[in-house]
């Protein structure tokens, strides 16, 4: 009589459903381990045979006034919660009167499958099945199916982001880690129905619940006053910025205050300045981070985070540094020594171009352009100390303003003594270009004229080198240009080759200064803190550990978080920066370097995120 109820359509998918030896997953959450007796709430996953209980409904209740409740959380999460089955604390009644009062409750809220789960108190003893009606009134069969029941901490579970399974390993059972992408519907449901764990008219209406709350909500007067106020405080900060802007645009006007920014002279010092540079991107970080739009995500929720504790670790240094330089008149000292070291560094330089200018290392360098040259840099060492004099009155006032812009940030003091540094190694940038532009220039002469002697020239049009036949006085003159600049050669290699290497080290300095500051900027240290402290809010995945396996008595496991790793952290989390980073590979600057092109191995960071 049963099958022919049923159509061959849903006969089949029943059947198909209901496969022997088929497991259900229950993921029952730890807290309502000790509850009463109750009804289960939760979702059924049916692509993944698993059911996910989120609270428990206490006996006595009324069923309407439970429909009520599951269609308000239905509403407010778009999660399809339901009674999934009944949960008994306690084996106090008759087998028989129990099964009768189950099938009742089934009856009512009308569920499939519907489960059962039963523990006895004072012992490890439990039980659990799940019971289709609509197979059994098909086939006049009993149907049940095994489950398997998996313990979750539903508080570490709401409160975690499972991160995408591109980045993560896959697992299996054990110690290592489950793959993500079965989870993600379960992270999912919990996550969405925070309404039913948050709202306190369920606990305080004629329905009881237990969930994760039951235990104690984790909480801090801290941490609640500091969201009560961050709502005004970041519109307060948002209104200041936007006034500030108003008013320069008042003063000088939008398109006026663009064009002057844009002139020749003003765009050029604020690129080659990383003051400016970095006042400009913490900024947009300060307008980011007081922003009334709400976070769309939590990756956006996030970053606002990271560059926050950023800005205040950094600001927090800068207060440090302000502290140490303002104490015991130490500017006062730096301003002191600062003339005696840069007549020094003069004094050296000097001696440098004298033994230049003589036989350096027993090599026999061309007298005229060896005495050229060196008199040519010599008067530039000159030019420098008479500058370095001049300003000498003015340097520990410099340095006391220099001081105080430590307070908006260690990485705004650390890029003006990067700038401070680019400013008082200025004549070495400049021994470098000519250095490099007079030997770049003969040895372009040399190959140009080494194409000359095999009967080849460059094609400036097709960007090739194609045959050419010369006359006899082209291959005269070429042959007396390539003499003398082969042996005038050493002599500017000479030059080039020390003042390269005296440039190179002003730039490895700057380049440690501008990735101490490119670390201050980018490194994520809220989600760092976050990973070191709460390791269950950024989950990689999860693993199970086997609480019981024995014949006749269901499989129960326990899921444990698996937090992300701390390299994946940093790479999923880190923050733009205008940082500098190398331009060129170590070929390519070895390239340049032995062609004598001008290098720059240092660029801004190109800031696609902001």
Same mark, same amino acid.
């Given at each position: ?20 030896? &088929? ?275 939590? &990756? ?131 021994? %470098? ?5 007079? %030997? ?85 240290? %809220? ?38 790793? %701390? ?44």
């Amino acid at each position: 009589m049963g099958p022919q109820r049923l159509g061959p359509a849903r006969l089949s998918g029943c059947l198909q459903r209901r496969t022997p030896g &088929m497991v259900l997953k229950a993921f029952f959450p730890t807290c309502c381990a000790t509850a009463d007796s109750g009804l289960l709430v939760g979702r059924w996953v049916p692509g993944q045979s698993s059911a996910v209980i989120l609270a428990v409904v206490h006996f006595p209740f009324i069923p309407i006034q439970v429909k009520e409740l599951l269609a308000q959380v239905q509403k407010a999460s778009q999660v399809q919660v339901s009674v999934l089955g009944t949960w008994c604390h306690r084996q106090q009644e008759p087998e028989e009167s129990l099964g009768h009062f189950l099938e009742g409750l089934g009856a009512i809220f009308s569920h499939d499958p519907w489960l059962q789960l039963c523990r006895e108190r004072g012992t490890r003893s439990w039980s659990c099945k799940a019971t289709y009606h609509q197979v059994s009134n098909a086939l006049n069969t009993p149907t049940e199916d095994q489950v398997m029941l998996i313990f979750y901490d539903q508080r570490k579970l709401l409160l975690s982001w499972l991160h995408p399974p591109t980045e993560l390993p896959d697992c299996q059972i054990g110690d290592t880690t489950a793959s993500t992408g079965g989870l993600a519907d379960i992270f999912d449901t919990v996550a969405r129905s925070e309404v039913l764990f948050r709202n306190d008219q369920f606990d305080e209406g004629p329905i009881r619940l237990s969930h994760w709350q039951s235990e104690g909500v984790e909480a801090s007067i801290l941490v609640e006053l500091a969201k009560r106020a961050s709502g005004p405080v970041c519109l307060l900060m948002a209104s200041l910025l936007s006034l500030l802007s108003a008013a320069s645009a008042c003063c000088l006007g939008p398109y006026i205050l663009s064009r002057l920014w844009k002139l020749w002279p003003l765009s050029f010092i604020r690129s080659k300045l990383s003051t400016c540079e970095q006042l400009r991107h913490r900024l947009k970080h300060l307008s980011l981070i007081f922003s009334t739009e709400k976070a769309q995500s939590p &990756m956006q929720l996030m970053r606002k985070a990271n560059l926050l504790v950023s800005m205040l670790l950094d600001v927090a240094l800068g207060l440090l540094l302000l502290s140490w330089l303002h104490s015991n008149n130490r500017i006062g000292q730096l301003a002191n020594a600062l003339v005696p070291v840069a007549d020094r560094v003069a004094e050296e330089l000097q001696h440098l171009l004298q033994w230049l200018m003589g036989a350096p290392a027993g090599l026999k360098m061309n007298r005229a352009l060896d005495q050229v040259l060196g008199r040519f840099f010599l008067y530039h060492i000159h030019l420098w100390i008479s500058y370095i004099h001049l300003m000498s009155p003015f340097i520990e006032h410099i340095l006391w303003h220099v001081g105080l812009s430590a307070c908006l940030g260690l990485t705004v003091a650390l890029s003006i003594l990067s700038d401070i540094i680019a400013l008082l190694t200025f004549h070495i940038y400049c021994f %470098y270009v000519y250095g490099a532009r007079l %030997y770049c220039l003969k040895i372009y002469g040399l190959s140009s004229l080494w194409r000359l002697f095999r009967g080849k020239k460059w094609n400036v049009l097709r960007q090739r080198v194609d045959s050419c036949s010369y006359d006899l006085d082209q291959l005269f003159i070429g042959t007396l240009l390539f003499t003398i600049l082969i042996f005038l050669l050493p002599t500017t290699a000479l030059y080039y080759l020390v003042f390269t290497l005296l440039r190179l080290l002003v730039i490895t300095v700057q380049g440690l200064i501008h990735l101490l500051v490119d670390i201050i900027n980018s490194v994520p240290l %809220y989600s760092l803190g976050l990973r070191l402290c709460r390791p269950y809010r950024l989950a990689a995945g999860v693993k199970f550990k086997v609480l019981e396996q024995e014949a006749g008595r269901p499989l129960r496991l326990l899921m444990q978080i698996n937090p992300l790793p %701390y390299s994946h952290v940093v790479h999923t989390y880190r923050l733009p920066s205008c940082g500098c980073h190398p331009k060129h590979s170590w070929g390519t600057l070895c390239r340049k370097l032995f062609f004598g092109e001008l290098i720059y191995p240092w660029r801004q960071r190109e800031d696609k995120q902001d």
